[in-house]
């Protein structure tokens, strides 16, 4: 019965290589949204996807697509990995916009 | 741009003790929210409390309150009767309505240590 889940949990590739993350919810929520968190801890939005459709998008590089195939589900998809890609990536969902419900975090790193 | 700045990287605090976490924000909108959320080793984001600018009611939550002073744009979370349970990092947040949507912005974060 979890709310937002993501897979994989840990994801470790070799630079160059396309990798996906996969995210969902069973919440019903109408927005997702992806964010980065660096080595650092600092936490940023990346995208935010309202009913499929895209509504954030912040300077990233575009090699990072996200995906929606339905409302239920934000995919992010990366090109041409980079190290300084490593990271965790959280995915999120929200109804009222106030309160976003995270998943667990993917841990991304880039060899 | 808004910004959202934690000055304490680290804390810790004696279980069962007080301790606050502060937080201050940069923005020229009259009208956005503030959150608190936790992030335990788990890595789990939890959303531990929310203010309203448009409240002046201080938000509480159980052991966690909030001090909300508007005019000084800052936002500080206070835990009572800490608990081990609270180790976590701790990271302020601010939302207001970007371009189509809200959009939350984050502090760099506090690690709080609850030492028994």
């Known amino acids: 019965d979890t709310a937002v889940s993501q897979t994989p949990k840990y994801l470790v590739t070799q630079m160059g290589n396309d990798k996906s993350i996969k995210c969902e919810q069973n919440?019903?929520?109408?927005?997702m949204y992806w964010y980065k968190q660096d080595s650092k801890k600092f936490l940023k939005i990346m995208f935010s996807y309202n009913n499929k459709e895209l509504i954030i998008n912040e300077t990233v590089p575009n090699r990072f697509s996200p995906k929606s195939p339905d409302k239920a589900h934000l995919n992010l998809h990366i090109n041409s990995l980079e190290l300084g890609d490593s990271a965790v990536y959280f995915c999120?969902?929200?109804?009222?916009?106030?309160?976003?419900?995270f998943g667990p975090g993917t841990r991304l790193l880039v060899l | 741009a808004q910004t959202v700045t934690q000055s304490q990287p680290e804390m810790s605090v004696q279980e069962a003790e007080t301790v606050t976490l502060s937080c201050t924000y940069d923005t020229s909108e009259n009208n956005y929210y503030l959150f608190w959320y936790k992030q335990p080793p788990s890595r789990q984001m939890i959303l531990v409390i929310r203010?309203?600018?448009?409240?002046?009611q201080n938000a509480t939550e159980n052991r966690f309150s909030v001090n909300f002073q508007k005019a000084a744009k800052s936002f500080s979370l206070k835990i009572s009767d800490s608990q081990l349970g609270d180790t976590a990092m701790y990271f302020c947040?601010?939302?207001?309505?970007?371009?189509?949507?809200?959009?939350?912005?984050f502090g760099k974060g506090t690690k709080l240590s609850v030492i028994p």
């Open positions: 203010q309203e600018a448009y409240k002046q």
């Open positions: 947040a601010f939302m207001t309505r970007g371009a189509g949507s809200y959009q939350l912005t």
């Open positions: 999120a969902s929200s109804q009222d916009f106030l309160t976003q419900y």
């Open positions: 919440l019903g929520h109408d927005t």
